[in-house]
């Protein structure tokens, strides 16, 4: 999904990530009068043309050309004086952006304005004013009653054809949608918390008659930034019908909007494979009588309006189903005992079954056991776990990655944490236990761990107790470079996996 700005691309390099406010702060505008080249001295303070009673982006862009004129500025002083307040603005940008009717970006109103030497406020104020508008204008929200026929968006994924378990958690769901804002799925990767979500809102169209919409918000490549707010936003107002033109480019304004389109209608909003509650936010809840569904491996509670349906793996009697139902009720049947390794070392994650699956049945002639043997090895566990493009590996990766990456350094510790724990004999371990290995205070180890429990990287079935589950293990080694096939430029070799760990690259640890 890749959303650029709806109103206008008036500046170069312009994408929303690249958003940041002038800081004028310190460097008040200095009076116009004979400032730039000499020019003549104007009050604009008192005279200048103002944004007072404008009411299209055509009269908006007549005021401000007209205030260009009225400075007497040509674009080159121009230019100079918005590098001289700090955003720097070409003067072939100034040119084009002027030379449209369509509303220019915020931050190009606000530097023009204050380089012609105006307070950019009110003009600011209107350019928002207008574009909310526009954005309602181009799709109004109509009353529940309303006779016209309106185009219901239907996006919802099919999903799989038919769930193994998740009667109850299904069935909580649907009840939740009824009455809370915002409904989160959260559990461990691979775990089938999106495709719990998609039934789920299926289950629950009926209560949305006004439409049913899905964002999948991953980030497209591994390394790359998952979709910011205002991306989402424009991706939904424009899946209910507001022209791409018409989208405000600046998050809360086009969260604004969504919820002014909202508003009066019962719409189910999808959010799949959310990242962090930063990403999501300003979006939920959506507002009147809507209702959001969140899928994330982070437990998101700090959103407003949220309820959560955790999803656990699932038991090995339906681990076991869910194998008899990919491969075949005979396959599993002839070999209990292999099925039952099987399921185990895919830690009775759907996604794991998914894949492991997916081998068996493009190879009829292998027994179960082939592959069990294969996994045996835990230097190429992971290899297994890949077909066709899908593999563990990615979905483990986003909750690691999301710590890792992080600006929170309590964050990036945990994630180093997490590679020190994969190096650590397997099994539940106690927090005195872990802090004593890891070589940390108490305190410090507790706020990593727990900050992995957060993650769903980490289980813990009781306080003071956790357990790295063995994929994830495996995958922290392979990234810590301490095993697996050293694709990340490990070396260490699962020789070493079990020693003490090395504070390597955790000097915070020392707490
Ligand atoms: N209960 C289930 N019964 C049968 N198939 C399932 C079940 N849950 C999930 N699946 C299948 O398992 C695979 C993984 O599920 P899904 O993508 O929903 O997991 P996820 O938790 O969302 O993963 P991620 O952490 O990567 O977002 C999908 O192919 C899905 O169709
Ligand atoms: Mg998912």
Redo the contacts with the bound molecule.
Sequence with gaps: MSVRNGVSDGLPGGDLREWRKPNHADRPVRPVAGEVNGRHAISFAADGPSPDQIRTPAEFMVRLRQLKEWTGFTYRELETRTAEIGDHLPRSTLASTLRRDALPRQRFVETLVRACGLDPVPWTRTRTRLAVRLATAAHPAEPPSSPEPRRVPCQLPV??P?????DRELDRLVRMLATTPVTVVS??????????GVRAAHMAAHLFPDGQLYAGLRARAPGAEPPAPAEIAGLLLRSLGVPGASVPADAEEAAGALRTVLSGRRVLVLLD?VATAAQVRPLVPVGGRSAAIL?S?AALTSLDGSGCVY?DP?SPD?ARQ?LE?LIGAERVRAEPEAARTLADLCGHL??G??LAAARLAARPHWPVRALTERMDDERRRLDEFRVDGMELR??LA?SFEHLARSHDEHARLAARVLGLLAGLPPGEMRLAEAAALLDMSQEAADRALERLVDANLVESRGPGSYRVPDLVRLFALERSGGGGNGRDGGGGGHGARHERPHLWQAPEAHT
């Excluded at 038919?162 to 998740?166: D, E, H, N, T």
């Excluded at 559990?187 to 719990?196: D, E, F, L, Q």
């Design positions: 999903g799989p038919g769930l193994v378990g998740r559990g461990p990767p691979g775990a089938g918390k999106s495709a719990v494979d899928t491996t999803l699932l339906e869910m139902r759907p996604l079954l998914r990615a979905s986003v």
